[in-house]
Protein backbone atom coordinates (compact mmCIF):
# COMPACT_ATOMS: atom_id res chain seq x y z
CA UNK A 1 0.00 0.00 0.00
CA UNK A 2 1.52 3.04 -1.09
CA UNK A 3 1.12 6.56 0.48
CA UNK A 4 -0.39 9.22 -2.28
CA UNK A 5 1.09 11.93 0.22
CA UNK A 6 4.12 10.32 0.64
CA UNK A 7 6.36 12.22 -2.10
CA UNK A 8 4.92 15.22 -0.61
CA UNK A 9 6.02 14.16 3.29
CA UNK A 10 9.30 15.55 3.26
CA UNK A 11 8.38 19.30 2.69
CA UNK A 12 8.39 21.21 5.28
CA UNK A 13 4.87 23.12 6.30
CA UNK A 14 4.78 26.62 7.40
CA UNK A 15 4.13 27.30 11.39
CA UNK A 16 0.62 28.30 12.28
CA UNK A 17 0.98 32.36 12.40
CA UNK A 18 0.56 33.44 15.94
CA UNK A 19 -2.03 34.76 17.67
CA UNK A 20 -2.31 38.33 18.76
CA UNK A 21 -3.12 38.69 22.50
CA UNK A 22 -5.98 41.23 21.95
CA UNK A 23 -9.41 39.81 19.58
CA UNK A 24 -9.34 42.50 16.49
CA UNK A 25 -11.84 45.11 16.48
CA UNK A 26 -14.98 43.89 14.56
CA UNK A 27 -15.33 45.92 11.23
CA UNK A 28 -18.32 48.65 11.25
CA UNK A 29 -21.23 47.43 9.81
CA UNK A 30 -22.10 50.15 7.55
CA UNK A 31 -25.26 48.93 6.09
CA UNK A 32 -27.18 48.96 9.30
CA UNK A 33 -25.86 52.20 10.22
CA UNK A 34 -26.94 53.37 7.27
CA UNK A 35 -30.43 51.33 7.86
CA UNK A 36 -30.64 53.27 10.87
CA UNK A 37 -30.27 56.55 9.56
CA UNK A 38 -32.86 55.85 6.64
CA UNK A 39 -35.87 53.91 8.56
CA UNK A 40 -36.75 57.07 10.25
CA UNK A 41 -37.39 59.26 6.68
CA UNK A 42 -38.58 56.57 5.18
CA UNK A 43 -40.96 55.93 8.05
CA UNK A 44 -41.56 59.47 7.64
CA UNK A 45 -42.93 59.30 3.66
CA UNK A 46 -44.54 56.30 4.22
CA UNK A 47 -47.02 58.39 7.03
CA UNK A 48 -46.67 61.39 4.63
CA UNK A 49 -47.92 59.24 1.57
CA UNK A 50 -50.55 57.52 3.38
CA UNK A 51 -52.03 60.82 4.66
CA UNK A 52 -52.17 62.62 1.25
CA UNK A 53 -53.61 59.41 -0.22
CA UNK A 54 -56.34 59.57 2.96
CA UNK A 55 -56.95 62.97 2.19
CA UNK A 56 -57.18 62.71 -1.48
CA UNK A 57 -59.92 59.25 -0.75
CA UNK A 58 -61.95 62.24 1.65
CA UNK A 59 -61.99 64.82 -0.28
CA UNK A 60 -63.07 63.11 -4.04
CA UNK A 61 -65.74 60.96 -1.97
CA UNK A 62 -67.20 63.65 -0.54
CA UNK A 63 -66.89 65.93 -4.03
CA UNK A 64 -68.19 62.65 -5.24
CA UNK A 65 -71.12 62.68 -2.67
CA UNK A 66 -71.99 66.84 -3.51
CA UNK A 67 -72.06 66.16 -7.00
CA UNK A 68 -74.55 63.20 -6.31
CA UNK A 69 -76.62 65.77 -3.84
CA UNK A 70 -76.63 68.73 -5.95
CA UNK A 71 -77.86 66.71 -8.96
CA UNK A 72 -80.47 64.96 -6.96
CA UNK A 73 -81.94 68.37 -5.95
CA UNK A 74 -81.55 69.58 -9.51
CA UNK A 75 -83.75 66.87 -10.34
CA UNK A 76 -86.35 67.18 -8.08
CA UNK A 77 -86.21 63.85 -6.52
CA UNK A 78 -84.23 61.40 -4.77
CA UNK A 79 -84.45 57.85 -6.87
CA UNK A 80 -83.42 54.85 -4.65
CA UNK A 81 -80.09 53.91 -6.80
CA UNK A 82 -79.22 57.54 -6.05
CA UNK A 83 -80.07 57.14 -2.61
CA UNK A 84 -78.03 53.53 -2.38
CA UNK A 85 -74.88 55.53 -4.26
CA UNK A 86 -74.96 58.31 -1.21
CA UNK A 87 -74.86 55.09 0.74
CA UNK A 88 -71.46 53.98 -1.20
CA UNK A 89 -69.93 57.63 -0.31
CA UNK A 90 -71.33 57.08 3.04
CA UNK A 91 -69.46 53.87 3.64
CA UNK A 92 -65.92 55.11 1.87
CA UNK A 93 -65.92 58.15 4.22
CA UNK A 94 -66.57 55.73 7.07
CA UNK A 95 -64.01 53.23 5.96
CA UNK A 96 -61.39 56.82 5.30
CA UNK A 97 -61.79 58.06 8.68
CA UNK A 98 -61.79 54.48 10.35
CA UNK A 99 -58.65 53.73 8.54
CA UNK A 100 -57.03 57.66 9.50
CA UNK A 101 -58.06 57.00 13.36
CA UNK A 102 -56.78 53.27 13.58
CA UNK A 103 -54.49 52.69 10.47
CA UNK A 104 -56.64 49.21 10.44
CA UNK A 105 -58.58 48.76 7.72
CA UNK A 106 -62.04 47.87 7.93
CA UNK A 107 -62.81 44.88 5.81
CA UNK A 108 -66.43 44.39 6.45
CA UNK A 109 -66.70 48.21 5.08
CA UNK A 110 -65.46 47.18 1.91
CA UNK A 111 -67.84 44.08 1.34
CA UNK A 112 -70.65 46.51 2.88
CA UNK A 113 -70.04 48.67 -0.26
CA UNK A 114 -69.93 45.53 -2.71
CA UNK A 115 -73.42 44.22 -1.29
CA UNK A 116 -74.53 47.84 -1.99
CA UNK A 117 -73.20 48.87 -5.73
CA UNK A 118 -74.69 44.96 -5.98
CA UNK A 119 -77.87 45.77 -4.69
CA UNK A 120 -78.12 49.48 -6.87
CA UNK A 121 -76.76 47.56 -9.92
CA UNK A 122 -79.39 45.04 -9.61
CA UNK A 123 -81.75 47.76 -9.05
CA UNK A 124 -81.45 49.72 -11.72
CA UNK A 125 -81.28 46.36 -14.52
CA UNK A 126 -84.77 45.67 -12.70
CA UNK A 127 -86.18 48.79 -13.61
CA UNK A 128 -84.63 49.04 -17.50
CA UNK A 129 -85.17 45.76 -18.34
CA UNK A 130 -88.60 44.23 -19.80
CA UNK A 131 -87.21 41.14 -18.76
CA UNK A 132 -84.83 40.15 -15.52
CA UNK A 133 -82.96 37.06 -16.82
CA UNK A 134 -80.02 35.54 -15.58
CA UNK A 135 -77.71 38.55 -14.80
CA UNK A 136 -80.07 38.74 -11.49
CA UNK A 137 -79.41 35.74 -10.14
CA UNK A 138 -75.69 36.47 -10.92
CA UNK A 139 -75.71 39.39 -8.97
CA UNK A 140 -78.41 37.86 -6.01
CA UNK A 141 -75.85 35.38 -5.65
CA UNK A 142 -73.13 37.70 -5.32
CA UNK A 143 -74.99 39.30 -2.26
CA UNK A 144 -75.51 35.96 -1.24
CA UNK A 145 -71.65 35.25 -0.96
CA UNK A 146 -70.93 38.60 0.37
CA UNK A 147 -73.57 38.43 3.40
CA UNK A 148 -72.01 35.26 4.01
CA UNK A 149 -68.88 36.83 4.32
CA UNK A 150 -70.01 39.51 6.80
CA UNK A 151 -70.97 37.04 8.73
CA UNK A 152 -67.96 34.27 8.85
CA UNK A 153 -66.13 38.14 9.73
CA UNK A 154 -68.29 38.52 12.62
CA UNK A 155 -68.57 34.96 13.79
CA UNK A 156 -64.15 34.83 13.80
CA UNK A 157 -64.43 38.38 15.67
CA UNK A 158 -66.76 37.27 18.33
CA UNK A 159 -65.30 33.78 18.61
CA UNK A 160 -61.76 34.46 18.15
CA UNK A 161 -60.59 37.89 19.43
CA UNK A 162 -57.33 39.44 17.99
CA UNK A 163 -54.75 40.33 20.86
CA UNK A 164 -53.77 43.31 19.08
CA UNK A 165 -57.12 45.22 19.23
CA UNK A 166 -57.90 44.98 15.46
CA UNK A 167 -61.46 43.49 16.47
CA UNK A 168 -62.46 46.91 17.78
CA UNK A 169 -62.63 48.52 14.65
CA UNK A 170 -64.47 45.70 12.92
CA UNK A 171 -67.32 46.28 15.87
CA UNK A 172 -67.59 50.17 15.38
Known amino acids: MSDASAPYADIP????????????KPMPNYSRKLRRAVDPIGAL???????IGLFAIGASTVWAGVSTFIAMVQHGSAKLDDLLLLFIYLE????????????HMPVRFLIYVGITAL?????????????????ILMMSGG?????F????????????PSRSGVE???DG
Open 13 to 24: RPADPPRPAVAP
Open 45 to 51: LSDAFHL
Open 92 to 103: IGSMVGIYFRTR
Open 119 to 135: TRHMIVFVQNEAAPDFG
Open 143 to 147: TLILS
Open 149 to 160: AVLCIRYASHHY
Open 168 to 170: ATE
